[in-house]
């Protein structure tokens, strides 16, 4: 069974732009999660979708957004970059609430 | 959710030796917890998972303990292996409340001598 895909693996992005992530959960898996991680910080939790609709929402500003889509594949927009915005963004699917997390090898984005 | 800071404790473990990974939590309702490693480059691969309602679970090379009474998590790597060099942390879920409430332990930095 193929594991959680993050597209793509790196990008580079000056200040002011706006960025999309993909992911592709494990098949069957309906939750998709969302983390930042920095060597500062951590693992910080941005938001959940679960059958197209956002479950769950952490603690970043508007700029951070997302969508899944039917087949579950989800999406994470980063509108208006800063420099702070540089981290590995990581997706993670599970088969539901209580169940293991699994992650991609996430995106790393760089802000220049 | 904090973890994996820029400084990391670091275990230094002689291949062929055992290696115990600690992980102190903070929410006596957790239900589930998880232990991950996580090489350079790459995301946090899952290793293995543990109920509340267990003290201890096996898998290949690899236990978990529970002490639920002070709180503390352990991974025990058997055979220790160049291979198992990577960061490990600990991850908490809750029984409700979704993943915003996951809590992800400090890391540590295994490193494995040849």
């Known amino acids: 069974k193929a594991g959680v895909t993050q597209t793509p693996r790196y990008l580079i992005k000056t200040r002011g732009q706006q960025v999309t992530l993909s992911c592709s959960p494990i098949?069957?898996?309906?939750?998709v999660s969302w983390y930042q991680q920095t060597p500062g910080q951590g693992l910080q939790f941005l938001f959940e979708?679960?059958?197209?609709?956002?479950?769950n929402k952490g603690n970043f500003p508007g700029r951070f957004s997302g969508r899944q889509f039917s087949n579950s594949r989800s999406e994470m927009n980063v509108s208006t970059l800063e420099l702070g915005d540089s981290a590995l963004y990581l997706c993670?699917?599970?088969?539901?609430?209580?169940?293991?997390?699994?992650f991609g090898n996430g995106t790393r984005l760089t802000v220049t | 959710g904090e973890s994996v800071g820029l400084h990391l404790p670091t275990l230094s473990v002689q291949e062929g030796d055992n290696s115990i990974i600690n992980c102190a939590y903070s929410?006596?309702?957790?239900?589930?917890f998880i232990w991950y490693k996580q090489e350079s480059g790459k995301g946090p691969q899952f290793i293995i998972d543990?109920?509340?309602?267990?003290d201890k679970r096996q898998g290949q090379r690899v236990t978990v303990l529970l002490n639920k009474t002070v709180k503390h998590l352990s991974l025990q790597i058997a055979a220790t292996q160049p291979g198992d060099s990577a960061v490990y942390f600990c991850?908490?879920?809750?029984?409700?409340?979704?993943?915003?409430?996951?809590?992800f332990g400090t890391g540590t930095k295994l490193q494995v001598i040849p």
């Open positions: 543990i109920r509340s309602n267990m």
């Open positions: 929410n006596s309702a957790s239900d589930y």
């Open positions: 098949s069957g898996h309906r939750s």
């Open positions: 993670a699917s599970s088969l539901a609430e209580n169940s293991p997390l699994h």
């Open positions: 979708y679960f059958s197209e609709t956002q479950r």
């Open positions: 991850a908490e879920i809750p029984y409700s409340g979704g993943y915003q409430k996951v809590t």
